[in-house]
């Protein structure tokens, strides 16, 4: 077998490894339910009833709850101890030392549960399933729970939760302490959910913490109408506040820390405004004067739909805010209409992925130290982000201050629907449209104070719509669409279908995340890679390798006597070496990989004039003249403005025909060269005989 032949066989190899890597995207996880369907929106956000309690909870020790009221007000001391007097009198039909027995109790709608200061770690509830119970046949979730039917959670309700409100009616549970940590309900790391409310329209939670938990501390599910009022939620292995299928929806004054997703989570909300564009006509829940921080993320919600979160703060979690449409099972996908507006949005740096690294998040979740700051994260998320929106649409966000970010203050990528588990073809670019952010602070705190992000903005490059203020400092790509000053007014727009190639490539690895079998990708800096460690890098480097040994051996086979061949090889090597450079720079966007596909812009150019002038394989060499000119495009299109009306970059186009340049390139430069034909000579004249023949 010839090299040439060999050359060109290992060169199909690595393309075709690289092209398998691109496709193959790892499977993803993240909470699973029952299937559900979203409320019919016939209800309301319940308001606080300030009357007496019809239901008393307390624990019977006098001494204790006097140590716990001691600080108090005169006059809220003086109302604690007449409830107490109530809950504790012998014989009493109100009063119960368990908040799951005062839930039983209710009969009603419209009761009120006042919960007395103390620790509730409800012991009746915590024991392990028994019997009938522990023999319950129901699907397993990927991380290894059981996906219950409400009837067989009405059937064992402490099977999962340690206080399970099932069907309850406009309920309100309320702590009657001078804070939200006076009552404290410890699941002990025993039960999934700390509270869970299913299917209870109109509930409202008020002034008490839920805590410890191997899922989340605080559940409402399928209800239309709840209140999150003053209440704290931390250290779970998932969530603080998980909402999920649900409408008329209020979270206020809630704080939430020390969880291994997120603290605050709106997932599935009711999809009431999906079709319309930036007007609608309400939200189906408002989030407002909450702090979520050292979480793995302060806000998520995978469907995340129509939610209206104002005037929060989410601070020193792995990132401040995420909605995705990346999860299969949730109602509601594609994710559409969030609006965030004044939010402090800053100092998301942590980066909890040690713990998964040195063994920790591997124990027992009591043995992990969530109370001592560890955080498990349970998915894969760029560490260093402001807000982070994996393919949603139609999202607002304005008059926020993001800063102090060192990866990004906005992060925006489309997810192709076969992730979420649809495979019409149509469907696999419906994300990652309409996205507006608009006259947000970037860089600086409220007092004006100099705190920038390392980039204002990622954007893998897919969706239409999509606009940025004018004032972005540095981004990746250079060239952003423009917001107008009414929503929906854009400069600039773009319609790609597909985004880069080398981002779609670093999200691909980096998506390759699992908790449980501790597996951190490789290549992907979010879990530290840096340098040629990076899979950009190596990429970039591997691409660069090939080009540079094709590049050579043309120019030495073929055009080693062309003057502006020399120039221009040596203005491709100089490209391809900076355009590594440039990778290893991927988290501060530079002028550097733009400069480098000029430079290996002007290099396939002037390749393809010395062929062209050489006489050697003409449409090879304006084959190689294209090539050139869509570098040069595409270093415009990174650099100066993103060319608007094409479906998919310049990069594919020039990366695929680079595919068959190069096993072109090869084929020319090993062929042999004609041997030149040597000058014809005259025949010599043909004897003739003589007069007088032979002698």
């Given at each position: 077998?010839?090299?040439?032949?060999?050359?060109?066989?290992?060169?199909?190899?690595?393309?075709?490894?690289?092209?398998?890597?691109?496709?193959?995207?790892?499977?993803?996880?993240?909470?699973?339910?029952?299937?559900?369907?979203?409320?019919?929106?016939?209800?309301?956000?319940?308001?606080?009833?300030?009357?007496e309690p019809d239901l008393l909870v307390c624990k019977a020790d006098r001494a204790d709850f006097e140590r716990r009221i001691a600080a108090f007000p005169a006059e809220l001391k003086a109302r604690n101890r007449a409830l107490f007097a109530r809950c504790a009198a012998p014989g009493s039909r109100q009063g119960f030392r368990?908040?799951?027995?005062?839930?039983?109790?209710?009969?009603?709608?419209?009761?009120?549960?006042?919960?007395?200061?103390?620790?509730?770690?409800?012991?009746?509830?915590?024991?392990?399933?028994?019997?009938?119970?522990?023999?319950?046949?129901?699907?397993?979730?990927?991380?290894?729970?059981?996906?219950?039917?409400?009837?067989?959670?009405?059937?064992?309700?402490?099977?999962?939760?340690?206080?399970?409100?099932?069907?309850?009616?406009?309920?309100?549970?309320?702590?009657?302490?001078?804070?939200?940590?006076?009552?404290?309900?410890?699941?002990?790391?025993?039960?999934?959910?700390?509270?869970?409310?299913?299917?209870?329209?109109?509930?409202?939670?008020?002034?008490?913490?839920?805590?410890?938990?191997?899922?989340?501390?605080?559940?409402?599910?399928?209800?239309?109408?709840?209140?999150?009022?003053?209440?704290?939620?931390?250290?779970?292995?998932?969530?603080?506040?998980?909402?999920?299928?649900?409408?008329?929806?209020?979270?206020?004054?809630?704080?939430?820390?020390?969880?291994?997703?997120?603290?605050?989570?709106?997932?599935?909300?009711?999809?009431?405004?999906?079709?319309?564009?930036?007007?609608?006509?309400?939200?189906?829940?408002?989030?407002?004067?909450?702090?979520?921080?050292?979480?793995?993320?302060?806000?998520?919600?995978?469907?995340?739909?129509?939610?209206?979160?104002?005037?929060?703060?989410?601070?020193?979690?792995?990132?401040?805010?995420?909605?995705?449409?990346?999860?299969?099972?949730?109602?509601?996908?594609?994710?559409?209409?969030?609006?965030?507006?004044?939010?402090?949005?800053?100092?998301?740096?942590?980066?909890?992925?040690?713990?998964?690294?040195?063994?920790?998040?591997?124990?027992?979740?009591?043995?992990?130290?969530?109370?001592?700051?560890?955080?498990?994260?349970?998915?894969?998320?760029?560490?260093?982000?402001?807000?982070?929106?994996?393919?949603?649409?139609?999202?607002?966000?304005?008059?926020?201050?993001?800063?102090?970010?060192?990866?990004?203050?906005?992060?925006?990528?489309?997810?192709?629907?076969?992730?979420?588990?649809?495979?019409?073809?149509?469907?696999?670019?419906?994300?990652?449209?309409?996205?507006?952010?608009?006259?947000?602070?970037?860089?600086?705190?409220?007092?004006?104070?100099?705190?920038?992000?390392?980039?204002?903005?990622?954007?893998?490059?897919?969706?239409?719509?999509?606009?940025?203020?004018?004032?972005?400092?540095?981004?990746?790509?250079?060239?952003?669409?423009?917001?107008?000053?009414?929503?929906?007014?854009?400069?600039?727009?773009?319609?790609?279908?597909?985004?880069?190639?080398?981002?779609?490539?670093?999200?691909?690895?980096?998506?390759?995340?699992?908790?449980?079998?501790?597996?951190?990708?490789?290549?992907?800096?979010?879990?530290?890679?840096?340098?040629?460690?990076?899979?950009?890098?190596?990429?970039?480097?591997?691409?660069?390798?090939?080009?540079?040994?094709?590049?050579?051996?043309?120019?030495?086979?073929?055009?080693?006597?062309?003057?502006?061949?020399?120039?221009?090889?040596?203005?491709?090597?100089?490209?391809?070496?900076?355009?590594?450079?440039?990778?290893?720079?991927?988290?501060?966007?530079?002028?550097?990989?733009?400069?480098?596909?000029?430079?290996?812009?002007?290099?396939?150019?002037?390749?393809?004039?010395?062929?062209?002038?050489?006489?050697?394989?003409?449409?090879?060499?304006?084959?190689?003249?294209?090539?050139?000119?869509?570098?040069?495009?595409?270093?415009?299109?990174?650099?100066?403005?993103?060319?608007?009306?094409?479906?998919?970059?310049?990069?594919?186009?020039?990366?695929?025909?680079?595919?068959?340049?190069?096993?072109?390139?090869?084929?020319?430069?090993?062929?042999?060269?004609?041997?030149?034909?040597?000058?014809?000579?005259?025949?010599?004249?043909?004897?003739?005989?003589?007069?007088?023949?032979?002698?």
């Open positions: 077998m010839s090299w040439t032949r060999r050359l060109v066989l290992a060169l199909s190899a690595v393309l075709a490894a690289l092209a398998a890597a691109l496709v193959a995207a790892p499977a993803a996880q993240a909470h699973e339910e029952r299937p559900v369907t979203l409320p019919d929106g016939s209800g309301s956000v319940p308001v606080l009833r300030t009357g368990h908040l799951q027995q005062a839930v039983d109790a209710v009969d009603r709608p419209g009761m009120t549960i006042a919960i007395l200061p103390g620790l509730y770690e409800e012991e009746p509830s915590l024991p392990a399933p028994t019997g009938a119970c522990a023999a319950l046949k129901a699907p397993r979730s990927s991380l290894g729970y059981q996906i219950l039917s409400y009837e067989q959670q009405k059937q064992c309700p402490h099977n999962q939760n340690l206080v399970a409100i099932l069907g309850k009616k406009n309920l309100q549970v309320e702590g009657t302490g001078a804070s939200r940590l006076d009552v404290v309900v410890d699941a002990k790391y025993t039960k999934l959910n700390a509270i869970r409310a299913d299917g209870s329209d109109g509930i409202y939670f008020r002034n008490f913490t839920a805590q410890r938990t191997t899922f989340n501390s605080l559940y409402i599910l399928a209800g239309d109408g709840f209140v999150i009022d003053d209440v704290l939620t931390r250290w779970n292995d998932e969530y603080g506040f998980l909402t999920f299928a649900s409408d008329h929806g209020l979270y206020k004054n809630c704080e939430s820390y020390g969880n291994g997703d997120s603290g605050i989570y709106p997932g599935s909300a009711s999809n009431i405004n999906d079709g319309r564009g930036y007007d609608v006509p309400r939200y189906s829940i408002e989030i407002t004067g909450c702090r979520s921080h050292h979480n793995m993320v302060g806000y998520s919600g995978t469907a995340g739909d129509s939610v209206y979160v104002h005037d929060n703060e989410f601070d020193h979690n792995m990132g401040g805010a995420s909605m995705d449409s990346a999860f299969p099972g949730h109602p509601g996908l594609p994710q559409n209409h969030a609006r965030f507006e004044r939010n402090l949005i800053h100092d998301n740096n942590q980066n909890y992925y040690r713990h998964v690294a040195d063994g920790t998040c591997a124990k027992p979740p009591v043995e992990r130290g969530y109370e001592q700051g560890v955080v498990c994260p349970q998915i894969s998320m760029p560490p260093g982000t402001g807000i982070i929106t994996a393919g949603g649409n139609w999202n607002l966000y304005e008059n926020n201050w993001v800063y102090g970010h060192q990866r990004a203050a906005f992060y925006l990528n489309a997810v192709p629907a076969f992730i979420r588990g649809e495979s019409a073809w149509g469907k696999q670019t419906d994300t990652s449209h309409h996205n507006r952010y608009a006259g947000n602070h970037l860089g600086v705190d409220r007092s004006g104070a100099s705190r920038p992000n390392r980039t204002d903005v990622w954007w893998d490059g897919q969706g239409s719509g999509n606009c940025w203020q004018s004032d972005s400092g540095a981004a990746s790509p250079s060239a952003l669409p423009a917001c107008g000053a009414a929503r929906g007014e854009v400069s600039g727009d773009t319609r790609r279908l597909v985004g880069e190639p080398v981002k779609l490539a670093q999200l691909l690895v980096c998506a390759d995340y699992n908790v449980q079998a501790r597996r951190l990708p490789a290549g992907c800096d979010w879990y530290g890679a840096r340098g040629i460690q990076r899979v950009e890098t190596q990429l970039t480097l591997g691409v660069a390798a090939v080009l540079a040994l094709v590049g050579t051996l043309l120019w030495w086979r073929r055009l080693r006597g062309s003057r502006l061949a020399a120039v221009a090889t040596g203005l491709g090597l100089a490209g391809l070496a900076l355009d590594v450079a440039g990778s290893t720079l991927a988290l501060t966007p530079t002028a550097v990989p733009a400069l480098a596909l000029l430079l290996t812009g002007l290099w396939w150019t002037g390749i393809g004039l010395a062929l062209r002038a050489g006489g050697t394989r003409p449409v090879f060499a304006w084959t190689t003249v294209v090539l050139g000119a869509l570098t040069l495009l595409d270093a415009f299109d990174k650099a100066v403005l993103m060319i608007p009306w094409i479906p998919v970059g310049p990069a594919w186009v020039r990366g695929l025909l680079a595919v068959v340049w190069v096993l072109w390139a090869v084929i020319v430069a090993g062929a042999r060269t004609p041997a030149p034909t040597p000058p014809s000579t005259p025949a010599a004249p043909a004897a003739t005989a003589t007069a007088g023949g032979a002698a």
